[in-house]
T-cell receptor
Framework: QQPVQSPQAVILREGEDAVINCSSSKALYSVHWYRQKHGEAPVFLMILLKGGEQKGHDKISASFNEKKQQSSLYLTASQLSYSGTYFCGTEITDNYGQNFVFGPGTRLSVLP | GAGVSQSPRYKVTKRGQDVALRCDPISGHVSLYWYRQALGQGPEFLTYFNYEAQQDKSGLPNDRFSAERPEGSISTLTIQRTEQRDSAMYRC??????????????FGSGTQLSVL
């Protein structure tokens, strides 16, 4: 049930771009993206609610391909503050109704 | 409150002892989730409440784990006869609406449990 994220980790220089992928073996109702800095709680970035939806927020955007059961997070012209672990959270249906399952995370390090 | 509050922040206990972890969600939030997060891993679902009703406890590892939210606000996760493998960060999250409504989660700072 847990979605797969790739890559597991990525190291960038400030100003470079990155893409983080999230895929599920189950049909997705929505995809959430969260960022967690070391020693802190995960913080919400965005929700994608329907297939093909793309959202943007500063230089961070995401897409959701409902048919392929996957989502991608795009970080453009990365800043030092983007460092952290990015989790996708997927809304799926299981035996107990709709559930919310997180991926294992992608660790992003932005270097000066 | 302004955010999701969890206490204690750290809990060190001896194997075999019982522990109770508290979560105070954002006022008015319908949904409350408990997750366990191992170092370097994503949050692992434990249980879900819709107001006071525990609607899903499929993620609780075994019957030593239980949770309650008696008045639909504060929740307590209890672990009986703790074992070393229970050591982890336990996080609570709340949401304004019920599960399935695709609303964002607000996470607490967590309780770091260490079982010696």
């Amino acid at each position: 049930q847990q979605p797969v994220q790739s890559p597991q980790a990525v190291i960038l220089r400030e100003g470079e771009d990155a893409v983080i992928n999230c895929s599920s073996s189950k049909a997705l109702y929505s995809v959430h993206w969260y960022r967690q800095k070391h020693g802190e709680a995960p913080v919400f970035l965005m929700i994608l609610l329907k297939g093909g939806e793309q959202k943007g927020h500063d230089k961070i955007s995401a897409s959701f391909n409902e048919k392929k059961q996957q989502s991608s997070l795009y970080l453009t012209a990365s800043q030092l503050s983007y460092s952290g672990t990015y989790f996708c959270g997927t809304e799926i249906t299981d035996n107990y109704g709709q559930n919310f399952v997180f991926g294992p995370g992608t660790r992003l390090s932005v270097l000066p | 409150g302004a955010g999701v509050s969890q206490s204690p922040r750290y809990k060190v206990t001896k194997r075999g002892q019982d522990v109770a972890l508290r979560c105070d969600p954002i006022s008015g939030h319908v949904s409350l989730y408990w997750y366990r997060q191992a170092l370097g891993q994503g949050p692992e679902f434990l249980t879900y409440f819709n107001y006071e009703a525990q609607q899903d406890k499929s993620g609780l590892p075994n019957d030593r784990f239980s949770a309650e939210r008696p008045e639909g606000s504060i929740s307590t996760l209890t672990i009986q006869r703790t074992e070393q493998r229970d050591s982890a960060m336990y996080r609570c999250a709340s949401s304004l609406v019920e599960r399935g409504a695709s609303e964002k989660l607000f996470f607490g700072s967590g309780t770091q449990l260490s079982v010696l």
